[in-house]
C-alpha cells in the first residue's frame, strides 16, 4: 500500500482505455444548460450517469432541485469515514455551452469524443466534464489501494455554471450546515501552461456594462446630412478613448485597483510565463498597463475590453448617418476592487468630458473577484503534494485571469479555495472543436492521486 501505487492505478485508468470510456459516455449526455428542452439531460446526468458511479465510491447522493426557478438541479454526494477527519468540499459542473454542431471541422462532433493526434475533442472535454471525471477517478484510485480515503468528502455538482450559475449561491447558503468543510479542492479552467501544472486560489470578477448613445429617429442621409448631423459612432469611440488609452491602460482612475498588489501576490505572479501552447495567439508585449509583466497584467491588476461594438447596419452598411451606436464593454478586476463603484465613477467621467447623453446599464453576467493569498497554508501544502508527484515547479496563481463562481465557496461556505485546473488556454472551450490533451490528462490523474493520498495521510494544515 503505498502513494506510488495510487498514482500508477491512477494512470492505469488512462492506459487502459477507462478514462476515454467514461469521458465519452459524459460527453454524449447533451447538457446544454442554454437550450431549455435539455433540462430533462442535465437530470439524466446527475441521476443516471454521475449518481450509480459515486454510489459505486460510498458516496450518498442526492439529487436536489436548484432554489431558483428556472435553474438546473444539483446533486449533493457525502462520503463520511469519521470524526476528526479533514473534510474536502470538491464541485465540478455537468453543463456545457450550446453544442454548434455545424461548426465543427470534419470528422468532429461535440457530442462524440474523437481522438486525433493527442486531442480528444468533443463538447465538455475542457470544461468540465473530464476535469471532474480525472478528480472522482484519482479518488477511487486512491480508494482502491489504502482500502479507504482517510478523509471525509463534500462534492456538489452544479448544472448551470454556463448560465452564470443561477441558484448558486442560495443552494451554498440554504445547505451551509450540511457542506461545511476544511478545505475546497476543485479543478476548472486552464493550466498557465499545458507543460506545467498550476494552482489557483479564487478568480478576477467580471462587471459587464452597456454604453449607447442615441441622437435621433431613423439614418440620413450623408450626402444630404454629412457635416450637419452628429454621429453617434464617432462620439461613443471618443467617448471610450477618454475611459482607455489606445494600448490597453485603463485611464479611469476608479477603474484600477484601490491598492497596490500585496508583496505575495507580486511575489507569486510576476515572473510568470503565460502561454497556451501551439494554436495560442502572439501576445502584444506593449498592450495593457505600462510596465508591468504578463503575469502582473492578467492576474494582478483590472483591464477593460470592448466586446462589441454596433453603430448603423454593419452586415449591410448604407450611405446614412446612423441614430445610434452601442458598445458592450467589461472589466476583469481583482479584489479589493468594488464593482459598485464603477458605473458611477463612468457616469461622472463622462459627464466631466461631455458625454451626459451616453447611457450605461449593468448587464446580468457579473461575477464577484475572490482570492487566496499564495502564503496561505492550504495553498503551500498543495503546491508541495504536486511537486512531490511531478517534479516540477508549480505555476501559483492568487487568482484566475477569468472568473468563476468562487465567492459560493470562499464567501459564503467560508473555506480556503484551491483549483488544480485540467485544461490549457487553446482548448477552445465555448467554441467549436473544444479539445482537451491527452498528456495534461494523464498527469493530471497522477497529480490529483497524490494530493488525495497526502489528504488521507494525516499530515494537513487544518487549523
Known amino acids: 500500500m503505498s502513494r506510488n501505487n495510487a498514482i500508477a492505478q491512477a494512470e492505469a485508468y488512462f492506459d487502459d482505455g477507462q478514462f476515454l470510456t467514461d469521458l465519452s459516455r459524459r460527453v454524449a449526455i447533451r447538457t446544454e444548460s ?3 428542452n435539455q433540462t430533462p439531460e442535465l437530470f439524466r446526468y446527475l441521476t443516471e450517469e454521475m449518481t450509480p458511479y459515486l454510489e459505486d465510491m460510498g458516496f450518498a447522493c442526492e439529487v436536489l432541485a436548484n432554489p431558483v426557478e428556472d435553474g438546473g438541479p444539483f446533486i449533493i454526494g457525502e462520503r463520511f469515514e469519521g470524526e476528526g477527519l479533514p473534510t474536502v468540499f470538491t464541485y465540478g459542473h455537468g453543463d456545457v455551452v450550446r453544442g454548434y454542431d455545424d461548426q465543427w471541422a470534419d470528422g ?29 477517478a484519482a ?3 486512491v480508494l482502491k489501494e489504502r482500502g479507504k480515503l482517510g478523509f471525509n468528502v463534500k462534492l456538489v455538482l452544479e448544472t448551470g455554471e454556463e448560465r452564470g450559475s443561477p441558484g448558486l ?6 445547505h451551509s450546515d450540511r457542506l461545511k468543510a476544511d478545505v475546497l479542492i476543485a479543478s476548472d479552467g486552464p493550466r498557465l501552461s499545458p507543460d506545467r501544472p498550476t494552482i489557483f486560489m479564487g478568480s478576477r470578477g467580471v462587471f459587464n456594462f452597456q ?4 441622437l435621433r429617429e431613423g439614418a440620413h442621409h450623408s ?16 467617448a471610450l478613448t477618454t475611459i482607455v488609452s489606445e494600448k490597453g491602460e485603463v485611464l479611469v482612475e476608479a477603474l484600477r485597483p484601490p491598492e497596490a498588489m500585496s508583496n505575495s501576490v507580486r511575489a507569486a505572479i510576476t515572473n510568470l510565463v503565460v502561454e497556451g501552447g501551439e494554436d495560442a495567439p502572439e501576445i502584444n508585449p506593449d498592450w495593457g498597463e505600462p510596465g508591468f509583466t504578463a503575469g502582473e497584467k492578467v492576474f494582478g491588476w483590472n483591464t477593460f475590453e470592448v466586446l462589441a461594438y454596433k453603430t448603423g447596419n454593419p452586415n449591410a452598411p448604407v450611405n446614412a448617418i446612423p441614430p445610434s451606436a452601442e458598445a458592450t464593454c467589461h472589466i476583469r478586476y481583482v479584489p479589493p476592487t468594488d464593482p459598485k463603484l464603477f458605473l458611477p465613477a463612468l457616469r461622472k467621467h463622462l459627464d466631466s468630458n ?18 487566496l493569498d499564495p502564503d496561505h497554508p ?8 504536486i511537486e512531490k508527484t511531478t517534479g516540477k515547479t508549480v505555476d501559483v496563481l492568487p487568482n484566475l485571469g477569468g472568473s468563476l463562481p468562487n465567492d459560493a465557496f470562499s464567501e459564503i461556505l467560508a473555506m480556503p479555495t484551491i483549483w488544480v485546473p485540467h485544461s490549457y488556454a487553446s482548448c477552445s472551450q465555448h467554441a467549436p472543436n473544444e479539445h482537451i490533451l491527452e498528456h495534461v490528462s494523464r498527469n493530471a490523474l497522477a497529480v490529483m492521486a497524490g494530493i488525495w493520498w497526502d489528504l488521507g495521510a494525516g499530515d494537513t494544515p487544518i487549523e
Open 378 to 385: 492550504w495553498a503551500k501544502w498543495t503546491i508541495a503534494c
Open 108 to 136: 468532429l462532433s461535440p457530442w462524440n469524443v474523437v481522438v486525433q493526434n493527442g486531442r480528444w475533442y468533443g463538447r465538455g472535454t475542457a470544461d468540465n466534464k473530464a476535469q471532474h471525471t480525472i478528480n472522482l
Open 34 to 36: 442554454q437550450e431549455p
Open 223 to 238: 450626402g444630404n446630412w454629412g457635416g450637419l448631423l452628429a454621429n453617434p459612432g464617432i462620439i461613443l469611440a471618443h
Open 211 to 214: 454604453m449607447s448613445l442615441k
Open 139 to 141: 479518488m477511487r484510485a
Open 354 to 371: 461631455g458625454f451626459e447623453a451616453i447611457e450605461l446599464v449593468a448587464l446580468r453576467d457579473t461575477l464577484p473577484a475572490t482570492r
Open 169 to 174: 449561491r442560495e443552494f451554498c447558503a440554504q
